[in-house]
């Protein structure tokens, strides 16, 4: 019943004029976009009066308008309930509150609707014949009783039973928290893994009951809707919770345990724990952990751990660990799995026995096999493969791929704006190389084979190496490798020759080019074996059977570069 004033607006969205309202009033609309008509054109010529009655002049006597703190919540109710209630005692001097449940426009009995008593956190669903009772223990006191079900305004009744009407049950009154919707596909119900273990008298008793849930001390369940708190327990946020097999409650603000799983219709605070999994449809921040599998539909902050795999739409903080896989939009945490993490953006480590897949990251991403991602800012470091588009630091792999990279190191790295040459080279043990350089603007790396013509048994070689391009312009450039050469006569002798080059070059045109430049070596070979060292020697020493010699030489050759 607020006063509120507003100028004159001309052919709005339904959804911009409740915008203004809000703003101006300091609070906030709920609603679903599917039944409220957000988008459809509204004037108004200018305005003051009463927000009911401008909510009403904009949408009709249809809906019901319900007042939390810091919401106004909008809800389609066309249609109108009765209800009506007596109080008794069954045999075993239990109170009992029944009755039944019509519809006021036709007087029709109303099946599947949600009769409840908030505050002591009861609730029951009317049969087909519009039919309800509620069990009370141990209670004298007058009744609230509250019907709620889609499409239909709430309606609430007094029941007074035959007492003097205790007056401390005012102080008694539950704490209650509105939740606004996360959209019309948001939530647990809308999950078929979820709904799998909820029972359909417990999601229409969601549906009906909707965003508004009380706070209590602590819960029991056996099984979901086997509770101490009944039918009531999905409507209830509990700081203690002990599910011996499974439990559906509206949230966790403390700790909760089961002994197969945990459903949660919104927030887990602090800790849970589950023997099979945990699957909360708001956000998580604490611990938690399930011996299979954890699910959050919202964003969690702290430690998630599962022997399986861990899903959530924002990891914003924390740590993920996994026996097989952690499932995210967003990450901005540390993950750790046994075979995968898949996430959309990352903002931290990402640690896989397997492979990571990102669309985007600018952490690092450290995979035993591969990493997969779109637009890169860190590192990426597998022991076999980096898939990227954009890298903006660097990649360590064996085979590095990317739409752009400048810092790939790797024997071969695909990088579509980067160089790749083929050059063929001999060197001062008239060995003749084929190379293959590949890389980014800066870093390559290099693979290729060596032959030595002759008469000598020692002529293979394979050629494993590193460069980076320190000057490249359009008809000079200078490039520094580090080259490691095994050479060998394929069957019972062989040695290894490291080598750092220093190779000037002068291009023809934009494919070919010539190059040479000296090189420092060391050789090491058995002391059984007879190799000729060619080039000049810097210094000889002989350790654990083993002759190492320092040398130079130079190395020259021809490229063509694409």
């Given at each position: ?190 999950s078929r893994f979820a709904r799998f273990f909820i029972n359909s008298k ?330 000729k060292i060619n080039g000049w020697v810097l210094g000889r020493s002989v ?20």
């Open positions: 019943m607020k006063q509120i004033s507003i100028g004159e607006l001309k052919q709005q969205p339904m959804a911009s004029v409740l915008n203004k309202i809000a703003s101006k009033e300091n609070f906030y609309f709920a609603y679903n976009n599917k039944i409220v008509p957000a988008d459809s054109l509204v004037s108004v010529s200018g305005y003051r009066g009463t927000l009911f009655s401008l909510l009403e002049k904009l949408l009709g006597e249809n809906y019901e308008f319900k007042e939390v703190p810091g919401y106004v919540v909008l809800r389609y109710a066309p249609r109108k309930l009765f209800i009506t209630a007596e109080v008794g005692k069954d045999q075993g001097k239990q109170t009992v509150v029944k009755g039944y449940v019509n519809n006021v426009a036709d007087q029709k009995e109303v099946a599947q609707a949600s009769v409840y008593e908030k505050n002591l956190l009861i609730s029951t669903l009317t049969d087909d014949n519009g039919y309800f009772e509620l069990k009370l223990k141990n209670y004298t006191g007058s009744i609230v009783l509250t019907v709620s079900k889609e499409n239909y305004r709430d309606t609430s009744v007094y029941v007074l039973p035959v007492v003097i009407v205790n007056e401390k049950r005012a102080n008694s009154s539950k704490n209650y928290k509105y939740y606004p919707d996360g959209g019309p596909d948001a939530g647990v119900e809308h417990q999601l229409v008793q969601g549906l009906n009951l909707g965003n508004f849930f009380a706070s209590s001390p602590y819960q029991v369940s056996l099984t979901p809707g086997l509770s101490t708190q009944g039918m009531y327990n999905s409507q209830v946020i509990d700081h203690f919770s002990l599910n011996i097999l499974g439990g559906y409650t509206a949230g966790i603000n403390g700790v909760e345990m089961a002994g197969i799983f945990n459903i949660n219709r919104k927030d887990m605070r602090f800790l849970q724990a589950a023997g099979v999994f945990n699957f909360v449809g708001g956000s998580v921040k604490g611990i938690q952990m399930a011996g299979v599998y954890n699910s959050v539909l919202n964003d969690v902050f702290g430690l998630q751990a599962a022997g399986f795999a861990n899903r959530a739409n924002h990891f914003t903080g924390g740590m993920q660990m996994a026996g097989l896989a952690n499932i995210d939009k967003q990450v901005a945490g540390f993950q750790v799995a046994g075979l995968m993490n898949i996430y959309g953006i990352g903002k931290g480590i990402a640690f896989a026995g397997f492979t990571n897949v990102a669309r985007d990251s600018s952490g690092t991403q450290i995979a035993g096999f591969m990493n997969k991602g779109g637009n890169v800012s860190g590192l990426q470091l597998s022991a076999f493969m980096n898939t990227a588009q954009k890298v903006k630091g660097v990649q360590f792999g064996l085979i590095n791929i990317a739409d752009s990279s400048d810092y790939p190191i790797g024997i071969i790295n695909l990088i579509k704006n980067g160089e790749k040459s083929i050059g063929i080279t001999t060197d001062e043990s008239a060995f003749a190389h084929v190379d293959l350089r590949s890389g980014g603007r800066v870093l390559y790396g290099l693979l290729g084979i060596g032959y030595k013509p002759g008469a000598e048994k020692i002529k293979y070689a394979l050629d494993l190496g590193f460069g980076a391009h320190i000057v490249n312009h359009k008809k000079f450039f200078l490039n520094a490798e580090y080259v490691a050469a095994l050479i060998t006569d394929i069957d019972k002798t062989s040695y290894q020759t490291s080598s750092f080059k220093l190779l000037p070059g002068y291009k023809f045109n934009k494919h070919w080019g010539l190059f040479a430049g000296p090189s420092i070596n060391l050789t090491s070979t058995d002391t059984g074996n007879d190799v350790t654990d059977n083993h002759i190492n010699t320092s040398f130079t030489g130079i190395t020259g050759g021809v490229q063509y570069a694409w």
